[in-house]
């Protein structure tokens, strides 16, 4: 376990995991329950809250982040809200970002402004500009899109979907109000 804090940290015991704050820190195969600095470093190293200007991630898994430049390499996050973000390999629940560079990527949900995937699969895309590679996305909703986009609900899907689903309740309710009548 390293830990590096540029200058004096103040730290406050939680649980096992101890809180950091730091002009800059530089974690290495450790845990913190809340890091907060102008710059993050992490490295094989997990943490609840991230805050800072500036976060660096390779191989390390954070469950909220909230800075206004994010780079994540082979890394995992739940919540990113962040201005800048360019990952590759990574994974993340839901990411509200204004600009984003994605590659090789799985995210939840994305809100953006400016997207850049390439070779990334997304639940939902919100943004108002998508460009890159082969995007897989279940939902994607966007002004303008400069990439070949492979939806899983396409709108003929989706009406087979919705007539089946309609079909299968329609049944059930008969069913049901044939064996309550009784």
Not at 110 to 118: P, R
Not at 153 to 170: E, H, K, N, V, W
Request: aromatic letters at 2%; zero cysteines.
């Amino acid at each position: 376990m390293a830990i590096d804090e540029s200058q004096s940290p103040e730290t406050i015991p939680d649980g096992d995991a101890p809180d950091y704050a730091a002009e800059v820190i530089n974690l290495s195969e450790t845990s913190a329950a809340e890091v907060k600095a102008e710059m993050v470093r992490m490295s094989q190293s997990a943490a609840e809250l991230v805050t800072a200007t500036e976060v660096s991630m390779h191989q390390a898994a954070v469950n909220r982040i909230e800075a206004e430049s994010v780079s994540a390499e082979t890394s995992a996050a739940v919540m990113v809200d962040t201005t800048r973000l360019v990952t590759s390999a990574g994974v993340f629940g839901v990411v509200r970002s204004v600009e984003s560079s994605i590659q090789g990527s799985n995210i939840g949900i994305l809100l953006g402004d400016s997207t850049a995937m390439q070779e990334s699969q997304a639940g939902l895309v919100i943004s108002r500009q998508v460009s890159g590679g082969p995007i897989r996305s279940m939902i994607m909703i966007a002004g303008q899109v400069n990439a070949p986009v492979e939806t899983t609900l396409d709108t003929p899907r989706a009406l087979l979907a919705g007539i089946l689903g309609g079909i299968s309740f329609g049944l059930v309710v008969l069913l049901g109000n044939r064996l309550f009548r009784r």
